[in-house]
């Protein structure tokens, strides 16, 4: 039972989590560190932040109050095909952007980069529109992981190739609430690491 005017913690995940990976003050600096960034490098410009949903909903809207730069705000959902939890980069669009992006700094927010494929794929489709400047902002990545190289400026943190939660992070669409990043014990999921966000 979650205590009235609390959130939700690491006593709330029973056995489900092994280990507190990123805690809530470390993920919140990080996004500060990364707006600091983003705003000396896009200065007098307006950008527009593409969200990749669901995952991405709490980075992008810690990030964009972050922000002293002017913003808007898009989204969009993709999903990749392949095999179990194997990604094969072969990408359908969900939900599509509302905005045109022609001429437009875009900056897509994501949560986590697993192999890179849905990511590359994204970044060319998005490419294709016309943006005057396109740039890629995730909070984690996992290097080990990666299939094909994707250019990202702004990385928040390189993690081991275990399967991880919260923050936007799900297994099954549960656990995005949680305030910090853990790492999800095998027995809930069956022990595959890969991942998109």
Not at 57 to 65: E, G, I, S, T
Not at 77 to 92: C, I
Not at 98 to 104: C, E, L, T
């Amino acid at each position: 039972m979650i205590a009235k005017g609390s959130a939700v913690d690491e006593t709330d995940m029973r056995a489900d989590l092994e280990k507190v990976l990123i805690p809530e003050e470390e993920l919140q600096e990080k996004i500060r560190e990364l707006a600091a960034k983003i705003d000396a490098d896009y200065a007098g410009r307006e950008i527009l932040l593409v969200g990749v949903l669901k995952g991405a909903v709490m980075v992008m809207a810690d990030l964009a109050r972050a922000l002293h730069s002017p913003v808007s705000m898009d989204w969009m959902a993709v999903s990749s095909y392949g095999s179990g939890t194997q990604s094969s980069g072969v990408v359908r669009i969900l939900k599509d952007l509302d905005a045109d992006i022609m001429d437009r700094h875009v900056l897509i927010v994501e949560d986590i980069i697993d192999s890179g494929l849905t990511l590359h794929w994204l970044m060319s489709n998005l490419e294709s529109r016309g943006p005057a400047s396109l740039g890629v902002c995730a909070l984690l990545r996992k290097p080990d992981a990666a299939k094909i190289e994707v250019d990202v400026k702004y990385i928040g943190f390189d993690i081991p190739n275990e399967f991880v939660i919260g923050y936007g992070l799900d297994y099954a669409e549960r656990y995005r609430n949680l305030p910090f990043v853990g790492t999800l014990a095998p027995h809930v999921y069956g022990g595959s690491g890969e991942q998109e966000g």
